[in-house]
Structure formats: structure tokens, C-alpha cells
């Protein structure tokens, strides 16, 4: 892999805290400085297409999303996304040709120790470079395929599909 394409689309993954609200809001891409922190041996570029938590991503979001990437040149491509949709999400963008796509997000803020973030990220940084064109999510330390996965919210994991 010699260059990474990375596009936000905002979630939990990028969520920041206001004190005086006691709020949480989607704020700036924080992927660019983990990768940066770790001393990544690839390049990368980040284009913030979305500050959405994904319940409130919609069919035009998705195909926007899905007209970016298939417009850039790279072949391998890492989407930061909410979890609460990122199946649905994974689900249209399949079939873009000659790419490898893996999404992945957090179950808690980035900023927030203890956060799931950089794990995921690594897990999605390593699935990106060795898996085969297709569409994939990387949560839980586990490679998944789109139609094989759901977001059980009550336990707050993905887990296969019964």
C-alpha cells in the first residue's frame, strides 16, 4: 500500500464533550493525528466529507460517500463512521471496482481514555492492506463482512448475524 485514503464521516469516533452544554457533538477528524502519533510507515490523506452521528446519515450521504471514493485514485480506503449505521453504509458501498474498503468508528469518543478508537483503527489500517477488493467493517477486533454483522446495541458490540 503506498497511499491510504481515509474519509470521515464524523460518529462517536470524532465526538467531543461540552461541559457547559453536558453535550456531545461531532467535532474534527482525529484519525489524521492517531496515525500521525503512531508513525505510520504509509502515506495518508484525509478528506472530512461528514460531521454526522450516523443515526442522522442519510441515502444521499451515503451515495455522496460512495461518489468520493470511487472518484479518488487510491485502491485502499478506510471510512470513519458511527456505528449505529455503518452496515448500511458498508452495504451500498459494495461493488466499487478495484477498491478495498474497510469501516470502522468507536464505541466511545477517541479523545476519551480508555476508548476503543485506536484499537480499531490499527485493526482497520492492517485489514485495508491485505484483504481482497471488497467492502469490510473492523470493530471488536474482528474483520466483518457487511452481510454478516449487526450492531447489537444492547451489549454495545457488533456480533455475527444468527
Known amino acids: 500500500m503506498d497511499n491510504l485514503l481515509i474519509v470521515t464521516t464524523g460518529g462517536t469516533i470524532d465526538k467531543i464533550y461540552f461541559?457547559?452544554?453536558?453535550?456531545?457533538q461531532v467535532g474534527e477528524p482525529q484519525i489524521g493525528g492517531i496515525l500521525e502519533d503512531f508513525r505510520v510507515a504509509f502515506r495518508f490523506h484525509v478528506i472530512p466529507l461528514l460531521r454526522k452521528d450516523s443515526l442522522f446519515v442519510t441515502d444521499a450521504d451515503r451515495q455522496l460517500l460512495r461518489d468520493t471514493i470511487?472518484?479518488?485514485?487510491?485502491?485502499?480506503v478506510l471510512v470513519t463512521h458511527g456505528t449505529d449505521s455503518m452496515v448500511q453504509t458498508a452495504e451500498v458501498l459494495?461493488?466499487?471496482p478495484g477498491k478495498t474498503?474497510?469501516?470502522?468508528?468507536?464505541?466511545?469518543p477517541a479523545r476519551f481514555e480508555g476508548?476503543?478508537?485506536?484499537?480499531?483503527?490499527?485493526?482497520?489500517?492492517g485489514a485495508v492492506q491485505s484483504l481482497?477488493?471488497?467492502?469490510?467493517i473492523a470493530m471488536n477486533g474482528r474483520i466483518w463482512d457487511p452481510?454478516?454483522?449487526r450492531k447489537n446495541v444492547e451489549a454495545n458490540r457488533f456480533e455475527p448475524i444468527a
Not at 70 to 76: N, R
Not at 101 to 108: F, P, Q
Not at 115 to 120: G, P, Q, R, T, Y
Request: proline fraction near 2%; charge should be negative; include cysteine.
Open 19 to 24: 461541559d457547559a452544554k453536558s453535550d456531545y
Open 70 to 76: 470511487a472518484a479518488q485514485d487510491e485502491a485502499h
Open 94 to 96: 459494495a461493488g466499487i
Open 101 to 108: 474498503i474497510v469501516l470502522t468508528g468507536a464505541l466511545n
Open 115 to 125: 476508548s476503543d478508537a485506536v484499537f480499531n483503527i490499527g485493526c482497520a489500517v
Open 132 to 136: 481482497p477488493a471488497g467492502v469490510y
Open 147 to 149: 452481510g454478516k454483522v
